[in-house]
């Protein structure tokens, strides 16, 4: 395995590597002889890097001596000539040139989906100089043409070719065509059989129409449903692996008749229009038995609008061994969850899985040998064990109010749904600091900047120096199906983007579904967590009571040996388990 980077970081660690012959090429060199920076900026780009232990391409961005783009172009010009060497001159042909050159053998080392993705074709491979020929609307895609070059093991020699030449090959060569995600949606929405029954929708089979919803969201894993009214129809979509999905539209003729039948599952008031409404639905689901529904109801300026949490046991199972974390990290994770008082923190953006998170943490530690009491809004599962209170701030029942009652039921471990308010953030860090274990969230982006959040709120850094003890962060992230996924080519750039090193680059096969009925033809199925965990050590601990910023925190845990969250995405991507793209698109700026 390639030595880790423990920033997770962009571009490179030391920004080095070394040519065919031997010689060290360096990122700062390479800045230097390009004149991007001057010796001095150099310089002060490096002592900041020995500072933070962060990748050189990351400081300079970070400093602004320079952009990402820059930086990327550098590091792909410092990759070996194999992977990105040099174009020749560019030709044209014509569709008949084309034909008459190209070799079947060699349109197979290329998959139809990606050439019609890239508008590209493989035309023929010169064995001598193994050089591969690819017809391309636009030659001037590096790019693609770095991603030829590792799907290919070959140097490239692009040729330009008109649209409609290459739709001509494709036609007489492939027989699959990957369907858009319009297309996709479509087919998931023909699939779940509700597209055939909206225009038979009346008010007398409306009951039937609903529940069919809502058992065809539970079969396809939906964690929710959305159902949005617009000035000249009903949106209803599915919310599968964290991506929303169009399923069908509906008149709004029926809308009031459909909100009444959803209110009246869900024990709300069908005459009030104008407030907020929250309830719960116990619906039994064939063999899964039954599943709770979570109910919000909110007026919009084209009606009310309606969205149902699912609350699928199935996909659901509380145990830290399911949450995707790394053999280091649970065991971190099973250790601070033995201690006897203390503050431990989760952090992350809503939908990035801390519910899952608290009750897998509660099912470790859930032995009725403890006397465990959770304060949530709202509660989301009913666990044996637990006393659970929901927040209900109409009836005075908020977070602080609760937790002052709590303590005098004799408690080991709180949680804490969410310190979101200066008087539930200091009595929870009292309590942290007086015998008790305070399990709890806020919501920031990393791990360092949680703390901050605390003495922002007002607690004092000599009071939660003390008592913090874990902070947690994390995102989810979308797995690839394991019924169709298929090694992809990603360019040099964008595995540099990613956060690959130079040495790296080529050295991992990355994976993407193709999509098939397992994953409703979107290629992902399910979900696992990323996690960035700072256990608090006596330095951290004493640079939270002098008040430290979120900076020097997470460099001095960094030191420590905390890996980021782009590392453990990565990490993730590196196994297979996820594409690469998703390392991106959940921890891009972390």
């Known amino acids: 395995m390639p030595m880790r980077n423990s920033n997770g970081g962009l571009y490179t660690e030391g920004g080095s590597m070394s040519d065919a012959q031997g010689k060290r090429l360096r990122l700062g060199d390479a800045l230097l002889q390009s004149r991007t920076l001057t010796p001095e900026q150099l310089d002060y780009a490096l002592k900041h890097q020995q500072a933070t232990r962060m990748p050189l391409g990351m400081v300079l961005s970070e400093l602004n001596l320079t952009n990402e783009e820059t930086i990327l172009d550098h590091l792909v010009q410092l990759l070996p000539e194999q992977v990105a060497g040099p174009m020749g001159p560019v030709e044209t042909k014509a569709l008949n040139e084309l034909s008459a050159m190209i070799d079947p053998d060699v349109v197979t080392l290329v998959n139809a989906s990606f050439c019609q993705a890239k508008k590209i074709m493989p035309i023929r491979m010169d064995a001598d100089s193994k050089t591969l020929t690819v017809a391309m609307l636009d030659p001037n895609d590096l790019n693609t043409v770095q991603e030829l070059r590792f799907i290919s093991n070959a140097r490239i020699r692009p ?69 949005d009214p617009f000035q000249e129809d009903i949106l209803i979509r599915y919310r599968i692996d964290g991506i929303l999905h169009p399923i069908c539209e509906l008149p709004t003729k029926i809308m009031s008749q459909l909100i009444s039948r959803i209110k009246v599952m869900a024990n709300l008031d069908i005459s ?266 006596k330095l951290i601990r004493e640079k939270i009571m002098h008040n430290a910023t979120a900076t020097t925190i997470r460099s001095l845990a960094v030191r420590n040996g905390m890996t980021g969250l782009r590392f453990a995405a990565l990490e993730k991507a590196k196994a297979g388990e996820i594409t690469l793209y998703e390392t991106t698109r959940v921890a891009y700026n972390i």
């Open 159 to 227: 040729v330009k070719a008109k649209l409609e030449d290459l739709q001509q090959l494709w036609t007489a060569h492939f027989n699959y065509t990957k369907p858009t995600d319009e297309e996709e949606s479509k087919r998931l929405a023909a699939q779940v059989g509700l597209q055939n029954q909206v225009s038979r929708v009346n008010e007398s089979n409306l009951p039937q129409f609903v529940d069919a919803v809502l058992q065809q969201a539970i079969s396809y894993r939906a964690s929710d449903i959305h159902i």
């Open 272 to 537: 009030d229009k104008r407030t907020a409404q929250d309830g719960r639905v116990s619906l039994r689901s064939g063999r899964k038995g039954d599943i709770d529904l979570r109910v919000a109801v909110i007026p919009t300026y084209f009606g009310e609008r309606v969205a149902i949490r699912i609350l699928d046991p199935d996909t659901s199972e509380h145990r830290l061994e399911r949450l995707g974390l790394s053999p280091a990290d649970e065991e971190m994770f099973r250790r601070f969850l033995g201690l006897r008082q203390g503050l431990i923190l989760i952090t992350g953006p809503t939908g990035s899985g801390k519910t899952t998170t608290l009750y897998s943490m509660l099912a470790h530690i859930n032995d009725l040998s403890r006397n465990i009491m959770t304060i949530e809004d709202p509660v989301e599962y009913l666990v044996r064990g637990l006393s659970q209170v929901q927040v209900d701030e109409r009836n005075e029942i908020t977070y602080s109010s609760v937790l002052k009652h709590f303590l005098r039921q004799n408690p080991d471990v709180i949680l804490v749904g969410e310190i979101r308010d200066s008087q539930t953030a200091e009595m929870a860090v009292r309590a942290a600091l007086t015998g008790h274990l305070i399990i709890s969230t806020v919501h920031t982006n990393d791990t360092a900047t949680a703390i901050g959040r605390l003495v922002d709120l007002g607690v004092k850094p000599y009071l939660l120096g003390p008592a913090l003890q874990l902070v947690i962060a994390q995102r989810l992230v979308r797995r690839v199906c394991p019924k169709c996924r298929r090694p992809t080519a990603i360019a040099p750039r964008e595995q540099l983007r990613a956060g690959l090193k130079p040495l790296e680059v080529g050295q991992y096969d990355f994976y993407e579904g193709e999509g098939c009925a397992n994953c409703a033809f979107t290629g992902l199925r399910g979900v696992t967590a990323v996690f960035e965990v700072m256990p608090v050590t």
